[in-house]
């Protein structure tokens, strides 16, 4: 826990200087790192969507928990090669972006950080983001790394089932009901919900599908080639009073993963391939 003794800087960590930076690591924090991409979502929302959904949450909880969590700079730019069919993607190669999340990792636990949690706004970073996180705990083995799908918990999940209007599974998966209604919950004056659409693609399976956790069975390929408008839900179901409630609840699962990663010790394990594992004996004592 971070000593009271004197007070605490700064929770944005861009903003500290590098003494504060040093005070921050003394503390032991949960770095909270968003992580996003720019893209099309549909007529109705600006490309920028992800990013903010994902750095208004990681804001929040991070305010939410002071002397406990640190909020890094958004990672604007994610993985996204099957939205280059519309106009306004950006996309890192996957290597590049997961090679690029280890070296930020590296380099907080360079300073002395050891806890690191990526809060993911864009569905196709989540493998990629999670390899890059099990690489930073193989690297170093005493670092804390960890990422999630926001609003995928089961509290989560079991809210959005209860309160949602569009058809499940299958029906709310990009600039749909759930990314609408947040965006008019954070900024209402950038959705023109005027040009909002319903579509929703027949998916053919009983197996395969995009919702906001998908079918058991993975089948993606060109996002043109399942939305013509770059919808998949009902935008036209969005609604700032459902954006908010929504929200709320997936600051508090962000703030209750910070509490988890703000207790959790390090399992560095230990190689057994070193005689002195026969004995029992740690690394440090053994070697
Ligand atoms: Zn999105």
Redesign the pocket.
Known sequence: MPSTDTPTPTNRYAELTWPEVAEWAARDPVLVIPV??L?D?GHH?PID??VV?AETLAERAVDARPGTAVLLPTVTHGYTPHHMDFPGPITIGWKTFVDHLVDIGRSVLHHGFRRILFVN???SNVPLVDMASRLIMLEERDAIAATFWYLSSPASAELLAATRSSPSPGGMA??CEL?TSLYLAIRPGLVQMEKAVREIPDWESDHAWMDWSDGPLSVKGQWSGWTESGVIGDATAATAEKGRMWLERAVEEICEYIDDMAGRRPRPGRDHHHPAAVSGNTREDGI
């Open positions: 996003a991409t893209e979502h929302l969507t992800d959904i706004g864009h569905g990009h600039a990314e």
